[in-house]
């Protein structure tokens, strides 16, 4: 299968509108862990999005300390160079080694991400990285750090850099260094707080891939109350507050007011808050998670469906209605 493409800021790469995330397939024993995952179903699930024409794969060096970037390089080992997906990942959050469970510490020093970067490039087995991006903003100031991703780019470790979790300020003051090729904030119809993020990104050229866009699995369609109150204690899911309580009811209020126009498209209420989060302009793609090959195809036709005025409207007042999320109400 293909699907389609298009210019990923002015990095050079066309990438398709949603890439598959490997944050849930770290697995659990640390401290943002999903709960005990299988290895094996991980591994299929990115080739089955590959094979659906994803062409890019989003990790981390922290998700499961370690293993997520394992477990994507072992994915895409037998795709040749031209099948093989964009590999991007993150830096600047260092682990305990001797207690995992300990919450990763957010570092900006410059000879902790070179650290950082051979040890990516080690556990992906490649040469370069084809985006790699500053995960958290660091107690070190943003030059400090910015300098040496910029360095590394011109050193050919890595083809482009990027931020995540940055604001406008951080963006303006990384800009004046080296171009910030990339931008990853979170955003989804809960979440809609990265309007001045993404209308940054926009006059500047800079390519958006957007996390979260189903909320962690709440906006998936298959997530239940019942499910929420059975969370395995190593699941951070079972802390956020979106999962509990009255923030709960309205996130799956929200849902419920979206499955009527998922049923106009012919679609899943997975692939309607995708394409809300890729109807905004700004958003060059998203990134999405799955943790078994079905849930890949619960989400992969979601750049296909076109919402119309109509439907933003509808959603708009759901939203209203329901109370969910907060930031902007309409893309």
């Known amino acids: 299968m293909s699907l389609r493409t298009v210019p990923f800021g002015t990095t050079g790469m066309d990438i398709t509108r ?20 299988d290895d094996r179903a991980s591994i299929d699930a990115i080739r089955r ?57 957010r570092s900006g020093h410059a000879a902790s991400i070179r650290r950082e970067v051979e040890g990516s490039l080690r556990r992906l087995r490649t040469e370069r990285i084809d ?25 050919g470790k890595v083809r482009a850099i990027g931020l995540s979790n940055h604001d406008t300020k951080q963006l303006e003051r990384a800009e004046r260094i080296a171009p910030v090729d990339a931008l990853q904030p ?3 119809l809960i979440n809609r707080d990265a309007a001045a993020e993404l209308d940054w990104c926009h006059s500047n050229g800079t390519g958006v891939i957007v996390y979260s866009p189903m909320q962690s699995g709440l906006l998936s369609g298959a997530f ?21 309580g009255r923030n709960l ?11 009527p126009i998922a049923d106009r498209h012919r679609t899943s209420v997975a ?7 890729l109807s905004r302009p700004g958003v060059t793609a998203a990134i999405v998670g799955a943790r078994h090959p079905r849930q890949v195809d619960g ?20 939203l209203r209605r329901t109370g969910a999320g907060h930031g902007e109400i309409r893309p």
């Open 271 to 277: 692939s309607i808050a995708i394409a809300w989060c």
């Open 249 to 259: 009811m309205r996130n799956l209020a929200l849902v419920d007011a979206l499955r």
């Open 131 to 155: 985006l790699y991006q500053m995960h958290w903003p660091a107690p070190e100031p943003i030059e400090e750090y910015w300098e040496v991703l910029a360095q590394l780019k011109a050193a």
């Open 49 to 105: 999005a590959i094979e659906a024409g994803v062409n890019w794969i989003d990790t981390a060096a922290v998700y499961g300390l370690g293993h997520s970037e394992e477990l994507v390089a072992r994915a895409v080992k037998p795709y040749g160079e031209a099948d093989r997906p964009y590999v991007f990942t993150k830096c600047g959050l260092v682990w305990d080694r001797a207690d995992r469970g300990v919450e990763p510490r």
């Open 186 to 188: 979170p955003y989804s």
């Open 299 to 318: 989400w992969i036709s979601a750049p296909d469906v076109d919402l119309d005025a109509t439907d933003l409207i509808e959603i708009a007042d759901a």
């Open 18 to 37: 949603v890439g598959f995330g490997a944050w849930a397939i770290g697995g659990g024993e640390w401290a943002y862990g999903w709960g005990t995952q």
């Open 224 to 244: 239940t109350a019942e499910r929420a109150a059975t969370l395995p204690f190593d699941d951070w899911r079972s802390g956020s507050a979106d999962f509990l």
